[in-house]
């Protein structure tokens, strides 16, 4: 079975927060007046890999693999292979598998957000976090609209929730190496 969190646990808590800095200091580099296309598309892949390392920040310092709705996430992340597998092949139905796979994601996180009993700012911002996330992947994967709306919203919860992660452990002994 693979483990997402064994490998988001490889790698420090200080990569991911120098990883997502200066990626995100790239993106709003890009954004200043006066770039060519090639700036703006090395701004869009900082963004992307600002929101990718932290969602890697955020799976490490989670307690969602130790709950009974894990192995339904991993079941959706299995889905979700299957389903870019039916997409390269160019086979009938994989758009329909994709919004099935990231809903039953999404459902599976939402019931462990809900089930949980103690709810903190951190924890609701995880929740906006990733489900603005899974609808951003929807509509990028389906081209709908609103796609500039949903990024924006979950452009700013990760940047939320990776400086409330940051304040929340940084007085624990030795968080950023571990």
Do not use: C
Not at 14 to 28: K, P, R, T
Not at 53 to 67: C, M, Q, R, T, V
Not at 92 to 121: D, R
Not at 125 to 137: E, G, M, Q
């Amino acid at each position: 079975m693979i483990r997402l969190k064994s490998f988001a646990d490889s790698i420090p808590n200080i990569g991911y927060i120098l990883i997502s800095s200066v990626s995100l200091i790239i993106f709003m580099i890009s954004l200043l007046p006066n770039f060519n296309s090639d700036i703006k598309n090395i701004g869009n892949n900082a963004s992307l890999i600002f929101l990718y390392s932290s969602l890697g920040l955020i799976i490490k310092n989670s307690k969602f693999d130790k709950s009974k709705f894990y192995k339904f996430f991993l079941l959706s992340i299995s889905l979700i292979i299957i389903s870019a597998l039916f997409k390269i092949l160019h086979l009938s139905y994989s758009m329909e598998m994709f919004t099935i796979a990231f809903s039953f994601s999404l459902l599976s996180y939402s019931a462990y957000f809900l089930k949980k009993k103690n709810k903190s700012t951190l924890d609701f911002l995880k929740w906006i976090y990733f489900t603005s996330f899974i609808i951003l992947k929807l509509i990028t994967l389906n081209h709908y609209l609103f796609f500039d709306e949903i990024w924006i919203i979950n452009f700013i919860s990760t940047i939320l929730v990776v400086i409330l992660i940051y304040f929340k452990f940084k007085n624990s002994n030795n968080w950023l190496n571990q």
